[in-house]
């Protein structure tokens, strides 16, 4: 079985719900993950939006959150994993910030990435650190997409 990552609020390629948008409560949705590798010895997290390029001129990074336990298969509205580590997004602050799309409506990528490793990183390490980080080390991934609009 596949890594897999789904959320009870919303459908893959679905509407995320207004309240974890960045200027509503800005809490994270509830995920389901399954069929992690049994050898797996971290897993990363990784929400950012591509179509941010044209009105930020870059991907936007929302959410990087690694080490999290391998038999972690939920994360709770609101919480992140015990032990689990959060890095900084592109508010400039640790931890999830949630949609907040200045133009239209944009789709956001939940990227989950099961490793052989688990990362030694500080806690101020960016998506680009994580990314280098985990370079030959993914044992298998999978991707969630949900849409906002303004």
């Not at 590798?37 to 001129?57: F, N, T, Y």
């Not at 944009?106 to 680009?128: E, G, I, N, R, V």
């Amino acid at each position: 079985m596949a890594i897999e990552l789904k959320s009870t609020a919303f459908s893959h390629g679905e509407k995320i719900p207004r309240k974890y948008g960045y200027t509503e409560k800005n809490v994270n949705p509830p995920l389901e993950i399954n069929g992690v590798p049994d050898e797996a010895e971290s897993l990363v997290l990784i929400m950012d939006d591509p179509d941010a390029m044209e009105p930020a001129g870059k991907v936007w990074d929302h959410w990087v959150l690694w080490n999290i336990e391998p038999n972690t298969r939920d994360i709770p509205e609101g919480e992140t994993p015990p032990g689990a580590v959060e890095g900084r997004n592109d508010y400039g602050q640790r931890g999830y910030g949630g949609p907040n799309p200045p133009d239209r409506e944009h789709t956001y990528k939940f990227k989950l990435y099961a490793l052989d490793k688990t990362l030694k990183l500080p806690p101020s390490s960016t998506k680009a650190d994580v990314r280098e980080s985990i370079k030959g080390h993914v044992l298998d991934k999978t991707l969630l997409e949900g849409t906002y609009a303004p």
